[in-house]
Every structure is written in C-alpha cells, then in structure tokens.
C-alpha cells in the first residue's frame, strides 16, 4: 500500500509541474553552459546502503557492499509516518558505497565531487583514503578527486553518515529538545563536476572570507538606473603562469545582451586571483515579490588566444531592499505599498523525510507563493533548489545561521 501511495504522489506532483512549466533549478552551485570545457555529471543513482555502523573497513575499495541495499540521492535513512515528529526517526550511523568508472574524456580535468548536504558528522573516503571529515549537515560537502581516480577501473566513494545528537556540529541541542527534527543520509544531490586547469572557483570549497566563487552585488538602484557590482575568483591549476580575459555578459530572458564587461587577469600557477568589474544598467527590469524578473549573467574565462577555459551562467534579480525607522520597508528605491506576509519552512515532508526531490523542493515554494506568502524564513541553509524557486517566484528567503538556539565555542562547530 505504501508503495502505490508514493507512485501516486510522485504522478500527481508530475502532473502538477508539467502543467504550470518547467521549473530550472541550478547545479552544484551554477547553470551549465555548453562549450565551456565545465561539466556536471549526476551521482545519484546507485549506492549500496545500509542503516547502522559495520565492523571492519566499510570504506575500502575491495570491501563486500554486496549484501547492501542499492538506493539513489537523495535519500532518507527510512520512510517515516505522515507525522514524524516526537523523535520517531533514526538517529545514528549509516553507511554509503558508490562504485563508478570515469569516462576517458574527463582525462586532465580538474574533478570534484560536490554534496549538496550530508546530515550530521560525515566521513568521506574515495578508493579507501579519507578525503574530508565534516561537521553539519545543511552545506555543502566538496571534494577534489583531481589526483585519486583510477581511469579504465573501478572507483569507490564510501560515505559514513552519523546524525546521533553532538554539540560539535549544528544544531548542537539534542534533537528531543528542539520543535524539529534533523533526519539523516545523503539527503540531497551529489554531482561530479569537471572543468579545465584554470577556472572560476566554489565559494565553498575555496578557505576565502566572504570570497571565493562569483559575487554579485547591486548599489544605487532605482527604476532609471542600477550598478551591478561582480567579482569572480579565478585559480590557476596549470603548470604555468596563465594571463586570462574575464567576461561578464548580463542577458534579458529572450537572450538579448544587456550589458558585457571584460578585465584582464594574470593569475600565477599554483594561484588564484579576482577579476572584479560593473556594469550601469538603464531603465532595469528589477526584481520584486511581485515582478521576479532574473536576468541570465554569463561569465567567460578566455586564454591568451582567445580560447574559452570556463564558464557558466547565473540567473540574477537585481534589486535593493532596505528597512527604515519610520518609514518601513523599501524595495528598489521605494516604500513598499503590498502586504508582506510571510511564514517558517522546514525541509521535511511526509514519509520522506529530508530527502525530497527538486520538483517537491519548487512545488512547496509554489504552494507557499500561491497562499500570498513572500517571506519565508528556512532556519538554516536550505536546499539549492528551493532557492531556486524563491528567486522564480517571488520569494524572500531569511536564511539563518543553524546554531541560533545553541552555540559552541569550540572551532570545529561551523
């Protein structure tokens, strides 16, 4: 009966989607672009699994997974009742084995395994040699893998998971004392993504205090004009000293171009550097709950030839937003005349968990937005795809620091 149920479920959210458009939702931080030389390779499918710790080495390359359940991301360690609150769910270790031969044409890329999230304490080994240790369960777990894949052979990513209670990480509190619950497992999605020598970086992987990646920031803006501010962290993993042209090229939705910049860059090997730029825009088409217009920003690393390195495409909402004193709130330049209603979101639905696909992570913001919200407030970082649908929608997102009830001064807590 459970089985038919979810079958049901997943139709009629198909249905749903398809029939009000397809959602975009980003991957691993950015949307591709083609003839880049940066690819994004799904890891979703196929991981043996199972619930609880296993005596003796789990995470080597030549251990027997083959009694293990074969499961995709994302993934709840079990399906719960409708209502899973009052610490119904599992807490504890769960173990996860990948097993993957590279393709050939990945040969000299630069590659990384990106978690959207593992809840809890995680271990992350790749071919039996521990890559990452992390501490939380709401960012991003981020591994190069450049140096330790095997080509024509088999591969082994295994993941120890572990959501038992433990201040060290966030939330900190035990889970019985908090009016949520943080399930486990690789709940969200795993990517390889691969991309030349020299190439824009993550935000969070890269050790960089507000930096790292590609910023985008907006000043003085108003209906007649706004300044879109850009910074983008570009490393140099080649075996030379590399001089790089950097574009940023902003696109209306049909594609015309707006506005494009370019500065040049020398970026030392073994290095990384920032190519910072503006643009004025005229008369823009600025984002509000009830405008969301993004426009499409394009970002372009080229060599001294001219050859294209990297690159890849953000969707963008510029916009202002400023509360005063007496006179309330201001959106681009302006009192705010509309309601601004708004509501709490937590990540876990019925039956599954956390481990909620992307069509549901947009189908909740949908829902949220067609009630008349504009404002929801996720208690922590929430997953890309619901920011996704915020910035689609119409949706301000307060995305808080996930400790906000606890604090432990300890270094590793983050």
Same mark, same amino acid.
Not at 24 to 33: D, M, Q
Not at 178 to 206: K, Q
């Given at each position: 009966?459970?089985?038919?149920?979810?079958?049901?479920?997943?139709?009629?959210?198909?249905?749903?989607?398809?029939?009000?458009?397809?959602?975009?939702?980003?991957?691993?931080?950015?949307?591709?672009?083609?003839?880049?030389?940066?690819?994004?390779?799904?890891?979703?499918?196929?991981?043996?699994?199972?619930? #609880?710790?296993?005596?003796?080495?789990?995470?080597?390359?030549?251990?027997?997974?083959?009694?293990?359940?074969?499961?995709?991301?994302?993934?709840?360690?079990?399906?719960?009742?409708?209502?899973?609150?009052?610490?119904?769910?599992?807490?504890?270790?769960?173990?996860?084995?990948?097993?993957?031969?590279?393709?050939?044409? $990945?040969?000299?890329?630069?590659?990384?395994?990106?978690?959207?999230?593992?809840?809890?304490?995680?271990?992350?080994?790749?071919?039996?040699?521990?890559?990452?240790?992390?501490?939380?369960?709401?960012?991003?777990?981020? $591994?190069?893998?450049?140096?330790?894949?095997?080509?024509?052979?088999?591969?082994?990513?295994?993941?120890?998971?572990?959501?038992?209670?433990?201040?060290?990480?966030?939330?900190?509190?035990?889970?019985?004392?908090?009016?949520?619950?943080?399930?486990?497992?690789?709940?969200?999605?795993?990517?390889?993504?691969?991309?030349?020598?020299?190439?824009?970086?993550?935000?969070?992987?890269?050790?960089?205090?507000?930096?790292?990646?590609?910023?985008?920031?907006?000043?003085?803006?108003?209906?007649?004009?706004?300044?879109?501010?850009?910074?983008?962290?570009?490393?140099?993993?080649?075996?030379?000293?590399?001089?790089?042209?950097?574009?940023?090229?902003?696109?209306?939705?049909? #594609?015309?171009?707006?506005?494009?910049?370019?500065?040049?860059?020398?970026?030392?090997?073994?290095?990384?550097?920032?190519?910072?730029?503006?643009?004025?825009?005229?008369?823009?088409? $600025?984002?509000?709950?009830?405008?969301?217009?993004?426009?499409?920003?394009?970002?372009?690393?080229?060599?001294?030839?001219?050859?294209? $390195?990297?690159?890849?495409?953000?969707?963008?909402?510029?916009?202002?937003?400023?509360?005063?004193?007496?006179?309330?709130?201001?959106?681009?330049?302006?009192?705010?005349?509309?309601?601004?209603?708004?509501?709490?979101?937590?990540?876990?639905?019925?039956?599954?968990?956390?481990?909620?696909?992307?069509?549901?992570?947009?189908?909740?913001?949908?829902?949220?937005?067609?009630?008349?919200?504009?404002?929801?407030?996720?208690?922590?970082?929430?997953?890309?795809?619901?920011?996704?649908?915020?910035?689609?929608?119409?949706?301000?997102?307060?995305?808080?620091?996930?400790?906000?009830?606890?604090?432990?001064?300890?270094?590793?807590?983050?």
């Amino acid at each position: 009966m459970k089985k038919n149920i979810l079958v049901l479920l997943f139709w009629v959210l198909t249905f749903n989607l398809s029939a009000s458009g397809s959602p975009e939702f980003s991957t691993a931080g950015f949307y591709e672009l083609p003839n880049t030389g940066r690819e994004v390779y799904s890891m979703n499918l196929a991981w043996r699994f199972i619930k #609880g710790d296993v005596s003796g080495t789990p995470y080597a390359a030549d251990f027997d997974d083959s009694g293990w359940e074969v499961v995709s991301l994302p993934h709840g360690l079990e399906y719960l009742p409708v209502e899973a609150s009052g610490c119904a769910n599992y807490q504890g270790v769960a173990w996860y084995r990948k097993r993957f031969t590279p393709d050939d044409r $990945l040969k000299g890329k630069q590659l990384f395994v990106h978690f959207e999230a593992i809840m809890g304490k995680s271990e992350v080994y790749v071919n039996g040699q521990l890559l990452k240790t992390h501490y939380g369960g709401y960012l991003p777990v981020i $591994l190069d893998v450049t140096n330790l894949l095997k080509w024509d052979e088999e591969n082994v990513i295994a993941v120890k998971a572990d959501n038992s209670d433990d201040p060290s990480y966030p939330v900190g509190k035990p889970q019985n004392l908090l009016d949520f619950t943080y399930f486990g497992g690789i709940y969200r999605d795993c990517w390889l993504v691969a991309h030349n020598d020299v190439f824009i970086t993550n935000s969070n992987y890269e050790d960089e205090v507000a930096g790292g990646g590609l910023f985008v920031s907006y000043a003085d803006v108003s209906e007649k004009s706004a300044l879109v501010n850009l910074k983008a962290h570009i490393r140099n993993h080649s075996a030379s000293d590399k001089k790089v042209t950097v574009t940023f090229e902003l696109k209306k939705k049909s #594609g015309e171009i707006v506005r494009r910049v370019s500065t040049g860059l020398a970026v030392k090997r073994g290095d990384a550097s920032y190519a910072v730029g503006s643009m004025k825009i005229n008369t823009p088409s $600025l984002w509000s709950p009830d405008h969301p217009y993004l426009y499409d920003l394009e970002v372009m690393v080229r060599g001294a030839n001219g050859q294209v $390195l990297d690159g890849y495409r953000q969707r963008v909402g510029i916009r202002s937003i400023e509360f005063k004193q007496t006179e309330g709130l201001w959106i681009n330049g302006k009192p705010y005349e509309g309601k601004l209603m708004g509501t709490n979101r937590h990540q876990d639905f019925a039956v599954l968990g956390n481990a909620l696909p992307n069509s549901m992570q947009w189908r909740d913001a949908k829902k949220l937005r067609d009630a008349g919200m504009k404002v929801i407030r996720t208690h922590y970082v929430i997953d890309p795809a619901f920011m996704d649908a915020c910035d689609e929608l119409g949706l301000f997102a307060l995305v808080e620091v996930p400790g906000w009830q606890f604090w432990n001064k300890e270094p590793v807590f983050s």
